[in-house]
């Protein structure tokens, strides 16, 4: 991550005197206007009688109403109200920077800055200061607590962030407080119909389409967001707590998360938004040579389709000819990494029932993790590692460098992370303070250890992949698995058109697309995957991860002629562009490789049966490319014949439409190969 | 109420022997199939290993999967397990019979009736009976404790009744448990992310839609659906407590009310169901001749949105003078009914947050009740009466006999009574067997005094209309009022085109459809009723009520040429059908009058535009109507230009199809008058 462009205009500073401070506590009122560099967003941040609000505009509609700021401390005074505004400065910034890897190779960083100091007007004078940057498509602010004589250490007990929403928008949403975390299909209701929900929540009607979500989560409890039942419209940040009640723990200096509020004509333009990175810190990382994006396959889908067991044993997955079984496949199909769930030992029975018992540095009789991983990397493949924590932190962390450093000694550079259970260590939700900072933790142990992450069960995205590139991929949704082996069922069709307007917009979604066989009717005669075989391949390009698992098994797989686009489809992008869509109904991106001119586009719909015209006026112009297409057969039907699909080829160019037809539940995924 | 047709045919009753008993213990498992008149809906009861259980199937389709039933009962042995079947009989009953009022005149009431009469194994030999109606369009189940020597009077802790589903279906519903009462909008999603929804629930896929309620909820608290977190499909009987935790407290011989369990092959063929009313008793009033379906307006909306107030004193509502205004348009405009709110003593200040002071037989200083109340009956109008309890029940009750016969004496024959609060006497809830009890002492009450019932925020319909059919409609449902006086707006479009499929199935929804005049600036410059004029029309066929109010201004009716439709349609009908429609996107409704050989129909959109094709085939073959047509004008819509619409008529039979262009969140009203 490199800087290429930082252009910085101080516009203003201010440094209020004597006077214009006694001018401000006579007139009780004071507003500070900050514009997007193109001005269509605007926030005001507002002094009422010393207490403290914001407002957010979007071309000249009101998206957000005057709204609270502040905190309320345990034991302490309030910070909410008796404030005074000490100086305040706004700045211009006009940036460009290089990720490491990503949807986009270039990213501009484009806003303006405003700063707001305040102090409190009595005897204890604390200070807080608010940090607003306006981009065109939404804003970030956040909270400083600078170092002061009168406020060391404190507990919040709540933060007193409101977002007051204009209009009753139509919400799509997954309750929070549950004991699935974030794996829930998406509730679609009116905003007055929430109770509580997780972030990043998307609002939307015919004019307009917010998100609200947070970026930076470094220390800190995540943000859920509760309705206000006054109102029904408010919503306030609600802090996921500790066990004991308290929110956050802080010590100053320290600055709070960015509260982010994405907005955009339509809920597809948010799926372009790169303000959620933006508002990170830049590549902490000295070395990156060691960070890679690419496909991975392994022993995992059997055991959600009951063929297999996480448990030693008769049915274990986890052996070392299985193993080399998928090393062989992916060696011979450009697929880098082969995971093994259940490879060490703790598997046995109930696991997620008991304190955990897994060892993380010993493999479980029958797999020999020395020479599997030698065998891999004698066939140009690497093994992925797999924790599985069972939500038992203590346990882990106890063993956590030791593991890492093993995985190293044996050349392995990526694992899978997985939280499995309701609480952590028997009391702590999944999102409060305490996990944020135990996978912190772990994202620059596994660094340290030149290990990139994939984590299951675990805290939202909010965007820290920017600061530490290992932080590849994670899970935080209702993913691939539950359609082999949850008892509902499995996800309903229109879930992969949900979530990447939803889950999609907090970063990477490890959701493990692929699968070519559909249902399970042996082990599991209930369950279902609810697509199409050529909307498995559209996934790989409408729902975005640096580590994409080809996720089914190698026997369905081999031979099959469709697996071409998985073995051509990167993980690495120099481009994306979601080009159209309606949230639940359908998606259309396109995204260039990052190592080549080839562009790819993926298209999915929901239960219904749709056509699709797009232009490619993407591509560069001038270019000829051959497209091949992936397209539902004549009549494919995700619930009656998923398996239909042909495979064809046109030339086209920048001014060509591409005609789509997808069935009930379908897709088309396309590859342009540039040619003369 | 009257009976027309009635047969039964006993198919068999059997009586088992000892030896049949014998054999029973031994195989440990028994089912009891009962097939609807058609067969299309199958029930099947099953004992497994003295455990009782239930599944019902659709056309060959599996629907419910195997379920629980039974009870956990405070302080005493389970009745879930230890089971015998002692005997068994099935009846066909082939029935019809008149309604005092309703959507049809006459109803058809077919089902194959099944009585499981189960003993306990073991000394206490506590006795279970179990009542299955088996009907076309669904089931009702119930239980019946038979007077006994071992279980006389007992506390329900909890009911073991599931419904597991077999598909994770798409869910239409609102939460329970939620201080609001029912005045959520829906919430769609997947069945799987639910965690507590009221009933009725609707679930529904592309080939079937099912709906769970419950009928006859007489004695007993109400049933709330709770998702099982360990499949996220299957749904428990959740009933709603008393406030010290008991579910239902109960004297044997009793029976629960019915839980039922509709089923079509899409949405709006439930509406058109019929099997919540028929699992309901006959009317119980003799005298039915003082029940008339009307039309009302009344003082209430200037409150709402913000021009008047319930209080006394300078904005006070409730005036004779404002009240004659109503009598003298409602007079000339074939309106009934005349409805003061506020007109009583004790409306000062913030009543909803004190003890309630209200005084049912006392007016207002500058409202004279026996004047106004003369004055109608002169005009040939009525009075309508209200009773706000705030939710005081113990205070209310002490005065309702006296209350409901001063209504008597001044000639007030309806009542709107209003619960407004989150809990019920501090601390029960709305929903509870507490409610469930005060609401039928309530309806009994008024029946005694000839008084008709119109009930706001109060429990859910279940049918009990038929048995009393002074319970004329209730609001139960986030209606009218919360687009002139909420905080958030208002409802969304698409809320009226969910409501009939979801809590119309309940029964008549006092939605007070009818605003003229879309926008308050001055006092409520972000409330706004979503709907073009002509949709607000419609709703008086698409949302059944037996008290339809014309719910604005007199002043925004006078002269104007569209409340000719209101004044013109009836609210009694001899015919209902729900026609076409897609939960949350259109529905269209055609009636036909009781008393005259006219035909109304409604059509309603959500915030799209488009155009319907209606085939007239409902209307009788051979004869001629004029249709006059109440439509959206060119450029009309919800939110730009809600007033457009305009009249047309034109000559149609049976044999046409009416075209109709509804704007967004527009409608279409329709009268077809016979012609020669």
């Given at each position: 991550m490199q800087l290429v462009k930082l252009y910085i205009k101080l516009l203003f500073i201010?440094?209020?005197?004597?006077?214009?401070?006694?001018?401000?506590?006579?007139?009780?009122?004071?507003?500070?206007?900050?514009?997007?560099?193109?001005?269509?967003?605007?926030?005001?941040?507002?002094?009422?009688?010393?207490?403290?609000?914001?407002?957010?505009?979007?071309?000249?509609?009101?998206?957000?109403?005057?709204?609270?700021?502040?905190?309320?401390?345990?034991?302490?005074?309030?910070?909410?109200?008796?404030?005074?505004?000490?100086?305040?400065?706004?700045?211009q910034v006009n940036q460009s920077w290089q990720a490491v890897w990503g949807e986009n190779a270039q990213v501009e960083n484009n806003y303006t800055q405003a700063i707001i100091r305040l102090a409190q007007q009595d005897q204890l004078s604390r200070q807080l200061n608010i940090h607003f940057r306006v981009f065109n498509d939404g804003v970030g602010f956040r909270y400083e607590f600078p170092q002061q004589?009168?406020?060391?250490?404190?507990?919040?007990?709540?933060?007193?962030?409101?977002?007051?929403?204009?209009?009753?928008?139509?919400?799509?949403?997954?309750?929070?407080?549950?004991?699935?975390?974030?794996?829930y299909q998406y509730l679609k209701s009116a905003l007055s119909s929430i109770d509580y929900a997780h972030t990043p929540l998307l609002m939307q009607n015919k004019k307009v389409a917010v998100a609200i979500h947070e970026a930076a989560l470094v220390d800190y409890?995540?943000?859920?967001?509760?309705?206000?039942?006054?109102?029904?419209?408010?919503?306030?940040?609600?802090?996921?707590?500790?066990?004991?009640g308290v929110k956050v723990y802080?010590?100053?200096?320290?600055?709070?998360?960015?509260?982010?509020?994405?907005?955009?004509?339509?809920?597809?333009?948010?799926i372009n938004s790169n303000l959620i990175l933006n508002l990170n810190e830049e590549n902490k990382l000295q070395d990156v040579s060691w960070i890679e994006p690419s496909k991975y396959m392994g022993i995992w889908w059997e055991m959600h389709i009951g063929q297999k067991s996480w448990s030693p044993g008769p049915m274990q997955g986890a052996t070392t000819e299985r193993a080399k079984q998928y090393i062989d496949f992916a060696a011979k199909h450009n697929i880098k990494g082969v995971l093994v769930e259940g490879w060490n030992k703790g598997w046995e029975g109930n696991w997620w029932e008991r304190k955990p018992t897994f060892i993380f540095d010993q493999a479980v009789d029958g797999f020999d993790l020395a020479q599997v991983s030698?065998?891999?990397?004698?066939?140009?493949?690497?093994?992925?590692?797999?924790?599985?924590?069972?939500?038992?932190?203590?346990?882990?962390e106890a063993q956590m460098e030791q593991a890492f450093a093993y995985y190293q000694k044996h050349g392995i550079r990526s694992v899978k992370m997985g939280y499995v259970g309701t609480r952590v260590d028997g009391g702590e939700w999944h999102h409060g303070q305490f996990m944020v900072r135990h996978f912190n933790k772990l994202i620059k142990t596994a660094a340290k250890y030149q290990i990139m992450v994939n984590a299951h069960e675990t805290i939202k995205d909010t965007g820290l992949r920017r600061t530490y590139p290992n932080m590849m991929t994670r899970e935080c949704v209702r993913g691939m698995e539950y359609n082999g082996g949850s008892p509902d069922g499995g996800n309903l069709p229109n879930h992969t058109v949900i979530i990447p307007f939803t889950r999609g917009l907090s970063g990477p979604t490890d959701f493990t697309p692929g699968i070519f066989n559909f249902a399970y009717q042996e082990k599991r005669p209930n369950n279902r995957v609810p697509t199409t075989l050529a909307k498995q391949l559209a996934l790989y390009v409408t729902i975005y991860s640096p580590q994409q698992m080809a996720a089914d098994l190698p026997e369905n797989y081999q031979d099959h002629p469709a697996f071409q686009f998985i073995y051509d489809v990167p993980t690495d992008w120099r481009k994306s562009i979601a080009l159209a869509g309606d949230v639940g109904e359908y998606l259309v991106v396109a995204r260039q490789d990052k190592h080549s001119e080839q562009w790819f586009l993926g298209a999915t719909s929901n239960e219904d049966a749709r056509n699709l015209s797009v232009q490619l006026d993407f591509l560069p112009k001038g270019q000829k490319f051959k497209a091949v297409i992936y397209a539902d057969g004549a009549n494919a039907h995700w619930q009656h014949n998923p398996a239909a699909y042909q495979i064809t080829s046109q030339q086209v160019t920048a001014k060509s439409n591409l005609s789509l037809q997808l069935a009930a539940g379908g897709g088309a995924a396309v590859q342009f190969i540039p040619v003369n």
């Amino acid at each position: 991550m490199q800087l290429v462009k930082l252009y910085i205009k101080l516009l203003f500073i201010s440094a209020f005197s004597l006077m214009s401070l006694l001018a401000q506590a006579q007139s009780n009122s004071e507003t500070i206007e900050v514009l997007s560099p193109n001005g269509q967003v605007k926030v005001s941040f507002l002094l009422e009688h010393g207490s403290i609000y914001y407002q957010v505009g979007f071309k000249n509609m009101p998206i957000i109403n005057k709204s609270s700021l502040g905190f309320e401390l345990l034991d302490k005074p309030q910070l909410a109200q008796n404030f005074k505004i000490v100086a305040s400065e706004q700045t211009q910034v006009n940036q460009s920077w290089q990720a490491v890897w990503g949807e986009n190779a270039q990213v501009e960083n484009n806003y303006t800055q405003a700063i707001i100091r305040l102090a409190q007007q009595d005897q204890l004078s604390r200070q807080l200061n608010i940090h607003f940057r306006v981009f065109n498509d939404g804003v970030g602010f956040r909270y400083e607590f600078p170092q002061q004589p009168n406020l060391t250490s404190f507990a919040i007990s709540k933060e007193l962030t409101q977002f007051a929403m204009a209009e009753n928008y139509t919400a799509w949403w997954i309750p929070a407080y549950r004991d699935q975390r974030y794996e829930y299909q998406y509730l679609k209701s009116a905003l007055s119909s929430i109770d509580y929900a997780h972030t990043p929540l998307l609002m939307q009607n015919k004019k307009v389409a917010v998100a609200i979500h947070e970026a930076a989560l470094v220390d800190y409890a995540s943000m859920t967001l509760k309705l206000l039942t006054d109102n029904h419209k408010t919503l306030e940040a609600d802090l996921v707590p500790w066990a004991n009640g308290v929110k956050v723990y802080a010590q100053a200096p320290m600055s709070t998360p960015w509260r982010t509020i994405q907005v955009a004509d339509s809920a597809v333009q948010l799926i372009n938004s790169n303000l959620i990175l933006n508002l990170n810190e830049e590549n902490k990382l000295q070395d990156v040579s060691w960070i890679e994006p690419s496909k991975y396959m392994g022993i995992w889908w059997e055991m959600h389709i009951g063929q297999k067991s996480w448990s030693p044993g008769p049915m274990q997955g986890a052996t070392t000819e299985r193993a080399k079984q998928y090393i062989d496949f992916a060696a011979k199909h450009n697929i880098k990494g082969v995971l093994v769930e259940g490879w060490n030992k703790g598997w046995e029975g109930n696991w997620w029932e008991r304190k955990p018992t897994f060892i993380f540095d010993q493999a479980v009789d029958g797999f020999d993790l020395a020479q599997v991983s030698q065998y891999a990397q004698e066939k140009g493949v690497e093994l992925v590692g797999h924790h599985e924590t069972a939500a038992g932190i203590a346990h882990y962390e106890a063993q956590m460098e030791q593991a890492f450093a093993y995985y190293q000694k044996h050349g392995i550079r990526s694992v899978k992370m997985g939280y499995v259970g309701t609480r952590v260590d028997g009391g702590e939700w999944h999102h409060g303070q305490f996990m944020v900072r135990h996978f912190n933790k772990l994202i620059k142990t596994a660094a340290k250890y030149q290990i990139m992450v994939n984590a299951h069960e675990t805290i939202k995205d909010t965007g820290l992949r920017r600061t530490y590139p290992n932080m590849m991929t994670r899970e935080c949704v209702r993913g691939m698995e539950y359609n082999g082996g949850s008892p509902d069922g499995g996800n309903l069709p229109n879930h992969t058109v949900i979530i990447p307007f939803t889950r999609g917009l907090s970063g990477p979604t490890d959701f493990t697309p692929g699968i070519f066989n559909f249902a399970y009717q042996e082990k599991r005669p209930n369950n279902r995957v609810p697509t199409t075989l050529a909307k498995q391949l559209a996934l790989y390009v409408t729902i975005y991860s640096p580590q994409q698992m080809a996720a089914d098994l190698p026997e369905n797989y081999q031979d099959h002629p469709a697996f071409q686009f998985i073995y051509d489809v990167p993980t690495d992008w120099r481009k994306s562009i979601a080009l159209a869509g309606d949230v639940g109904e359908y998606l259309v991106v396109a995204r260039q490789d990052k190592h080549s001119e080839q562009w790819f586009l993926g298209a999915t719909s929901n239960e219904d049966a749709r056509n699709l015209s797009v232009q490619l006026d993407f591509l560069p112009k001038g270019q000829k490319f051959k497209a091949v297409i992936y397209a539902d057969g004549a009549n494919a039907h995700w619930q009656h014949n998923p398996a239909a699909y042909q495979i064809t080829s046109q030339q086209v160019t920048a001014k060509s439409n591409l005609s789509l037809q997808l069935a009930a539940g379908g897709g088309a995924a396309v590859q342009f190969i540039p040619v003369n």
